[in-house]
């Protein structure tokens, strides 16, 4: 099973909500646009879901690239940072904050020494490079193309026909 991760919006994340959730394939703008209006309230760490996907998916990626030591894939840590940084949050202020484990991190943003700006824009950075091969692939690959047309047909507005009105007269006849 895998971790409830709440909506972008604070609720649940529903797939009727589009501004909920991240889709592979929100390009780049529409991915920035989502995470920028994403409820991310200052020193709030309940139904954060950024704090949430940073926990449950961006630091376990980056834990990974850190035992595979594969040069192709780094941590999501900046040069320079401490041995076994897996997460790195620069701030507006020119200073970064590094952190090997989730509790510390929560913990700065619970005392509000990360801001919601500056892990939004962590967050969008690290997406948008994960997701790139991703589009790129679909982008190549009509099969994958054709599979989501049909599972996703596009919304066509469905005409509605309404039937015409027929009026009864009734002869009486004496």
């Known amino acids: ?39 991310c309230e200052e020193g709030n760490i309940e139904n954060n879901a950024l704090l949430a996907f940073v926990k449950a998916v961006l630091m376990p ?18 040069e320079g940072a ?8 620069p701030r507006r202020d020119q200073t970064t904050l590094h952190y090997v484990e989730f509790a510390p991190m929560e913990e700065d943003f619970k005392n509000k020494l990360i801001h919601p700006g500056d892990l939004k ?5 690290i997406l948008t490079q ?15 193309q054709e599979a989501t047309a049909l599972a ?9 026909v309404k039937p015409k009105k027929v009026s009864f007269s009734l002869l009486l006849t004496t």
């Open 152 to 160: 996703y047909p596009s919304e066509v507005p469905v005409k509605v």
């Open 82 to 89: 401490p041995p076994g940084t897996v997460f790195s949050v």
């Open 1 to 39: 099973m895998n971790t409830m991760l709440p909506g972008l919006t604070g609720a649940k994340m529903s797939s009727s909500d589009p501004s909920s959730k991240i889709d592979f394939l929100d390009p780049p703008a529409t991915l920035k646009k989502k995470l920028k209006q994403a409820f």
């Open 121 to 125: 824009a962590v967050v969008t950075v």
């Open 61 to 78: 990626i980056s834990s990974l690239r850190i035992e595979t030591q594969d040069s192709l894939f780094k941590p999501f840590a900046e």
């Open 130 to 144: 994960l997701l790139q091969p991703v589009q790129k692939e679909f982008e190549d690959t009509p099969e994958w």
